[in-house]
């Protein structure tokens, strides 16, 4: 079965500097990888998903992630945290099997004036 | 505008009690899923649904209950066999399963 790790469950990063959320996958290549975010007492936003087309993928709100299959990653980043960034980060990978989505913890991300 | 409306935002509940949380779509999706989220947790999926009239537990299910009598219509009611219901909950629809699962405001519930 798949699984899902983010590392760091709170990320703290200046105004202007370079954001970088990971998240590892298991082993099994999974069809779909996704990035969401939520922002406190809201739901789950999309911001990119990866389907093979191809491996950087451009989302929302200037994030994009890279797939690395021979690392296992799906790693999000954004060159230039803004304020309005602080929320907190899920990765999901989809089952091969059902499509079901495996969700990572989350990583808060703190930014620091 | 399209969306996925929960409600209430917030509910109180006395032990014992059963409640029913609310998920209504107008995007004409045929996938509907209900999720927990626990503080420092990921989502857990408690049901979903495919299809109008059908659907399927996942890994969380004991304690709740659901319904799909209508297309745009989720409801999940938390029974009193739940034994730790205080939580997030979030409601989300996809076109199917294998597409983008899209996400409803969430309720709160809180046990007293």
């Known amino acids: 079965a798949q699984s899902v790790t983010q590392l760091g469950s709170h990320v703290s990063v200046s105004e202007g500097a370079l954001v970088l959320l990971r998240c590892n996958y298991s082993?099994?290549?999974?069809?779909?990888l996704f990035w969401y975010v939520q922002y406190p007492n809201q739901g789950l936003q999309l911001l990119l998903k990866?389907?093979?087309?191809a491996t950087l993928v451009k989302g929302i709100n200037g994030f994009e992630a890279e797939f690395k299959k021979s690392e296992t990653s799906f790693h999000l980043t954004k060159p230039s945290a803004h304020m309005s960034d602080a929320a907190e980060y899920f990765c999901?990978?989809?089952?091969?099997?059902?499509?079901?989505?495996?969700w990572g913890a989350g990583t808060k991300l703190i930014i620091k004036p | 505008d399209g969306g996925i409306t929960q409600s209430p935002k917030y509910l109180f509940r006395k032990e014992g009690q059963n409640v029913t949380l609310s998920c209504e779509q107008n995007?004409?999706?045929?996938?509907m899923y209900w999720y927990r989220q626990d503080p420092g947790q990921g989502l857990r999926l408690i049901y979903y649904?495919?299809?109008?009239?059908?659907?399927q537990k996942g890994d969380i299910a004991e304690g709740y209950s659901v319904s799909r009598e209508k297309k745009e219509s989720f409801p999940l009611t938390v029974t009193s066999a739940q034994k730790n219901p205080t939580a997030f909950y979030l409601c989300?629809?996809?076109?199917?399963?294998?597409?983008?699962?899209?996400f409803g405001p969430g309720t709160r519930l809180t046990v007293l």
């Open positions: 989300a629809s996809s076109r199917g399963l294998t597409d983008t699962q899209y």
């Open positions: 995007l004409n999706h045929d996938a």
């Open positions: 990866y389907t093979s087309a």
């Open positions: 082993s099994s290549v999974p069809p779909y």
């Open positions: 649904s495919q299809i109008v009239n059908d659907f």
């Open positions: 999901a990978v989809s089952d091969r099997s059902n499509y079901q989505l495996i």
